[in-house]
């Protein structure tokens, strides 16, 4: 089942020590600005949780798991501050992700697209199907993965980032992604995942808190603060937004 909400929906429950957040959104799974600061808010009030040792970030529904920047957005955008103020949620995001004490666990059942990778990369571990491909596709409509591109490289290294960004219509599927370590674990189907996934997440609850947090802070160790290269990445990426080239390729992908 998934939302019809145009600005999306973004629900959490806390079970045995573990926070599970599902967003959704009737575009297959995309952003739009509210609901990345929701999740975003969402994560760092998680954050100083004492009762929660463990994150799970999932979508809604059995297809799509996030098609990235929404759409209708992005043809919106008409300045350099919407833009810029759009594209760095996705930034916020991923700093927010970066700065969390708790480990995040992805749970991706379908495709990835853009900033969805993103926000995949930005997890710790993360579960995904077979069905699970996924695609950066910026380029063809006239901009890049500017802003998630820290966050994938430090995942895939620069090789695997060009091989994503300059391939923009094609799909890598799930195996690539886990050969690349973009994927921790990958499944046959969403039953056998989310078995998996559950048991994981039962024996992690029962571990040290405070060892749980001290060895998220050393996954992310050598990872500098993006916070300020992310926001100049977002102004990046606005700027093109307003360029003739994508404004013309959005509006025929729109028709």
Not at 9 to 35: C, D, M, Q
Not at 227 to 235: E, H, T, Y
Request: glycine share 8%; proline share 3%.
């Amino acid at each position: 089942m998934t939302t019809n909400r145009s600005n999306g929906s973004l629900y959490t429950r806390i079970e045995n020590k573990a926070a599970i957040i599902e967003f959704g959104h009737p575009a297959s799974n995309s952003f739009v600005k509210e609901l990345l600061e929701r999740l975003t808010n969402e994560i760092y009030e998680l954050s100083t949780n004492h009762s929660v040792s463990v994150i799970v970030i999932k979508s809604e529904g059995d297809r799509a798991f996030c098609a990235g920047a929404s759409f209708d957005e992005l043809l919106a955008i008409s300045n350099l501050d919407e833009g810029t103020s759009f594209f760095s949620g996705f930034a916020n995001l991923i700093s927010a992700m970066r700065n969390c004490k708790q480990p995040i666990i992805g749970r991706v059942q379908g495709k990835a697209v853009g900033g969805g990778v993103g926000l995949v990369a930005a997890c710790d571990y993360v579960y995904a199907c077979e069905s699970a491909a996924v695609r950066l596709s910026e380029l063809a409509i006239g901009i890049g993965p500017f802003v998630i591109a820290p966050a994938v490289e430090r995942k895939i290294g620069k090789s695997g980032l060009a091989e994503l960004a300059l391939a923009p219509t094609e799909w890598k599927n799930a195996f690539w992604a886990k050969e690349k370590g973009l994927f921790s674990k990958v499944f046959s189907n969403i039953k056998e995942m989310d078995k998996a996934l559950d048991h994981h997440i039962h024996l992690l609850s029962q571990y040290n808190p405070n060892a749980l947090t001290e060895l998220k802070r050393i996954l992310w160790e050598g990872a500098p603060d993006w916070s300020n290269l992310l926001i100049k990445r977002a102004a990046i990426s606005a700027n093109l937004c307003l360029d003739e080239f994508t404004k013309e390729t959005l509006s025929k992908l729109k028709k």
